[in-house]
């Protein structure tokens, strides 16, 4: 179809934009930036938890408490709060902070919602993804399921389960479309307005 001079051809969206991503399995740059993003809310919490305990213990005793990295308790105490993240975000609903943020979702391999017990599995084995400088993450790279290791070992895949491609059109979209502009009533011309 082409327009006629002075015509306003319909807007289309390129082709990559029309295609979805929603539920296909997610890459290896989603996942990373998602456990990145994961990384920094529970350390963000955890310290701010360190904190309100000293602040309590301040005004307890009048002493500070000096948790340092060499504190062999606040790194077990960390590696706890960690562990609880996780397993409790994938077993509610498959998604952590990071995941909901750049629409990853943990899955069982035939398609379900995790189950608690599924949850504690991955999150327990997913340090293993990490040995032998990383390797347990090579399957997202070069597996068609993109698994890693914790995700074959636990029964799971990870899918994008919002679009985000169709997000960013809307969004776009409700910005250049005159309907957006309906609230703001036009300026009709006339006279200036005479002061006084």
Known sequence: MTARPGEAKPFRPPAAARESLQGHYAGFASRFASFAVDLVV??????????AINWAATIVTGRDIAFNRGNIWVVIAYLVWGFIYFAHFWGLNGRTAGGALFGVQVLTDDGYDVSPRRAVLRTLVFPLSFLILGLGFLGILLGDQRRALHDVIAGTVVVYSWDARAARLRFLSRESSPAADRSVPPALPGPPASPG
Not at 42 to 51: E, K, P, R, Y
């Open 42 to 51: 529970l350390t963000a919490i955890f310290l701010a938890v360190l904190a």
